[in-house]
């Protein structure tokens, strides 16, 4: 729940990211009034932009695996309980033979 809940939270950065990257990148292309912005500020920040979003997309990519290791284990657990179980009973039916 708490990995699902930072998820959520990285998708709402990553659009606002998006967002702003849309922006600047047409600020670059000169389709919007850029302002006191220079050319090489505005490509400053699109490189800090896509640096800022490839380690989103890290984060990302660590949660997914840290979310299937969980699902995993949850599984495994499963498994062997019901190994214990059946375990128990193939004990109970030779003890009656």
Excluded at 38 to 46: I, N, P, R, V
């Amino acid at each position: 729940q708490a990995i699902q809940r930072q998820l959520e939270e990285l998708e709402e950065r990553q659009r606002a990211l998006e967002f702003f990257g849309v922006k600047l990148e047409r600020e670059l292309r000169g389709e919007s009034d850029s302002g006191a912005k220079d050319e090489t500020q505005m490509l400053h920040e699109w490189f800090e932009l896509v640096l800022e979003k490839n380690k989103l997309m890290r984060y990302e990519s660590e949660l997914l695996i840290i979310a299937q290791e969980l699902e995993l284990e949850d599984h495994q657990s499963r498994l062997e309980q019901k190994l214990r179980e059946k375990m128990a009973i193939d004990g109970k039916s030779k003890g009656k033979v």
